[in-house]
């Protein structure tokens, strides 16, 4: 909901595509910047209360920008908010995904990754649709208001979440220790596959940051039709999701997440030279559904690769590649609109996403031949044997 009206007043404040990219910037730099202490925060502390203490931060934010479009006339203020609502997202990120492995038996993890995918992303069918209609009727006041009392309600439902995790980290400060979900994921090459992935392929297909200029200037939908376009990318996601749920990847998964990246590349250049409104919610449905496949891949190789006391910092370094892709994707995707025009920067970026999985099905081979999730786990048993012998010989 909040995505909607922020990128609505932002562009109808400014009317220049280059501000949707300073969205997704100023949501990065934060993601960024503290990406490796709130890995470590994730490893150290308990991550119920991170949570908690991020959904109360987001409430918060929510409240500033209901304040800032109380006097809509300067869009420097959106951005500060956007800053701190970015710092927010990169405490909750690690403490979230670091904490799903605790909540589930182990053999059932995929499946969980599944369905909480499918969860999260009905919510991003509804909110979208929600906030654009909201925004309409109402203006951005509403959807700012409605904003920060859910986020006060994920704060409390967060509060009855009970799990036993133990001491999860020393209470070593060193550089060593903030740096040791970097150097594990460099180390992974199926990890640094998976995620690099991701991060070039979003980067540089990921368009939705200008979804207000085809809403407005292009297909003329309105904020209405902005909703509906926001929702589309979900609505195909939500419904993989529960595919996968139901029927949970058992084989080829390295070559399916490459085919699945291929397929978000090609509905990302469909998006892009279609001026029909049902035929641009047909490819972003479809955009959704494909990146939804590659998305649940990759969690699952990065919590299932990686060992439990590590699970924060590598989700860490992990979403700091995912918030690059988005965010930085938005920022990426707003210049090459100003410099190239909105439908060229659309169509190249698609392009260059399908040129992105030619060169790392070449690049990580190691990815490309994985055939089932339990694979990348039986590696990491024999890398942490050789961790443990490494560190009694140190």
């Not at 730099?29 to 109360?56: C, E, K, N, Q, W």
Request: net charge positive; hydrophobic share 55%; glycine share 10%.
């Amino acid at each position: 909901m909040q995505g909607v009206a922020v990128g609505w007043q932002v562009y109808e404040l400014t009317e220049n595509p280059l501000y949707l990219g300073y969205v997704g910037l100023a949501q990065f730099v934060p993601a960024l910047a503290f990406a490796l202490f709130t890995g470590h925060a994730a490893d150290r502390f308990d991550r119920r209360r991170i949570l908690i203490a991020s959904h109360l931060a987001l409430a918060g934010c929510s409240l500033l920008l209901f304040l800032c479009a109380l006097d809509p006339v300067r869009v420097w203020p959106i951005f500060a908010v956007l800053f701190l609502l970015g710092t927010a997202q990169a405490f909750s990120g690690p403490a979230g995904q670091a904490l799903l492995p605790h909540l589930v038996p182990g053999a059932h993890f995929g499946n969980a990754v599944a369905w909480s995918s499918s969860i999260w992303q009905m919510a991003t069918v509804v909110g979208p649709a929600v906030g654009g209609a909201l925004y309409g009727l109402a203006g951005p006041l509403a959807v700012y208001a409605a904003c920060s009392i859910l986020s006060l309600v994920a704060a409390t439902l967060s509060w009855g979440i009970r799990t036993r995790l133990g001491r999860l980290e020393t209470a070593s400060r060193s550089w060593n220790t903030l740096l040791a979900g970097v150097r594990y994921v460099w180390r992974r090459k199926v990890i640094l596959g998976a995620v690099s992935l991701d991060l070039f392929a979003v980067l540089l297909g990921g368009a939705v940051a200008l979804l207000p200029v085809f809403a407005r200037d292009i297909l003329r939908v309105g904020p209405g039709g902005l909703g509906l376009l926001r929702s589309a990318p979900a609505v195909g996601a939500a419904l993989m999701a529960v595919v996968l749920a139901y029927r949970p990847l058992r084989r080829r998964v390295g070559t399916t997440m490459f085919a699945c990246v291929l397929a978000f590349g090609a509905a990302t250049i469909v998006f892009g030279v279609s001026r029909s409104f049902p035929l641009t919610l047909l490819s972003l449905a479809l955009l959704g559904a494909a990146d939804m496949v590659s998305v649940v891949i990759r969690q699952v190789l990065v919590q299932i690769a990686t060992p439990a006391p590590m699970r924060g910092r590598v989700s860490a370094v992990n979403l700091t590649f995912v918030n690059a892709s988005n965010e930085l994707g938005e920022f990426e995707s707003g210049l090459t609109a100003a410099w190239l025009g909105t439908v060229p920067a659309v169509v190249i970026g698609g392009v260059g996403t399908c040129a992105v999985v030619a060169l790392w099905a070449r690049m990580f081979p190691e990815l490309r031949r994985i055939d089932r999730f339990e694979d990348a786990e039986a590696e990491v048993s024999v890398d942490a044997e050789v961790d443990r012998e490494g560190g009694r010989q140190d």
